[in-house]
């Protein structure tokens, strides 16, 4: 197969852990005879640094023109407690994943057997399930955000319209039908509007997918039952901002932050980023974990039919954990942590 990948490595770690992810695709490709074409382009901090703009046209034609897009992370400390930072690197995320029309964020919420230990939870009560974060509405975009001309009040608003609301739950309803058929709509329908509209419209499509059992639940209340129960859940949808930290939250779970992976599907080009942040104060040491990268590669693999591919890179990552080849985040007490590379070659290595 040819494949035309944008690679995206962001800020921070980005460029170390996309520089593994490569190595493994590489891997990929000449195992199993396969042709992938790179092209790189600048998002986030680096992008404002070298243009002035977090999200330059160029990086969003290369996009464009790409199959399927793998991106690193973005964000720099520079800018985080800098009030008055007019442009910021997330705001080159948000315009991509709006201007590329990546509606959904697919957050598998997978436990490696091997790892079930490093769980803060009790192993028995561990076990995967999916959340499927709105990415384009909600708080993030809705407009007025800002402050008062005195500076002293400062508003976001939280928009969502019925076609928004629509097309995920059905996406999220069709999810669940191929896994334990059960959805999870979490919000905060006794308080916010758009959870109201959320939990109405999940009410009229249910009778549209008899088959799958679909619940309601506060967002409060989910964010303890995630730790409580997990296994009670099987697909959670929801809405931007709780999304993101619902599964944030949920990522402990799997025994580290540094092992999830997701997918951001909605028009044309897929992008496929770990769900954690920049980690600036890894960046450079080669130590970061390259995991989460590695395995949206898997995701990405696997969105374009390659699924044997992705289930190869999958086993690989198994192996690496089971032979102890993992960074700090996951080094056994009193074991020697692997660097970033290492976990990288030796994925890449089992494969071939
Ligand atoms: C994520 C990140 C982003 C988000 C930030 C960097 C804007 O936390 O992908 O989860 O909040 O969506
Ligand atoms: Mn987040």
Redesign the pocket.
Known sequence: MKLKIALLPGDGIGPEIVGEAVKVLDSIAAKYGHQFEYSKALVGACAIDATGDPYPAETHAVCEASDVVLFG???DPKYDNNPAAKVR??QG??RM?KSLGLFA?LRPLAVFDSLAGRSPLKTEIVKGADCV?E?TGGM?FGRPQGRSEDGNTAYDTCVYTREEIERILHLAFGLARGRRKKLTLVDKANVIATSRLWRQIGGELAPQYPDVELEYMFVDNAAMQIIQRPTHFDVIVTE??FG?IL??EASVISGSLGMLP?ASVGAKVALF?P?H??YPQAAGKNIANPMATILSAAMLLEHVGLQQEGKAVRDAVNQAIEAGVVTEDLAAAGAKACSTTEVGDFVAGHIA
């Open positions: 992370a973005i964000g690197p997330e995320l948000l994943r964020n974060r990415l993030y931007n901002l993101d599964t944030d997701s980023e769900i942040g920049s």
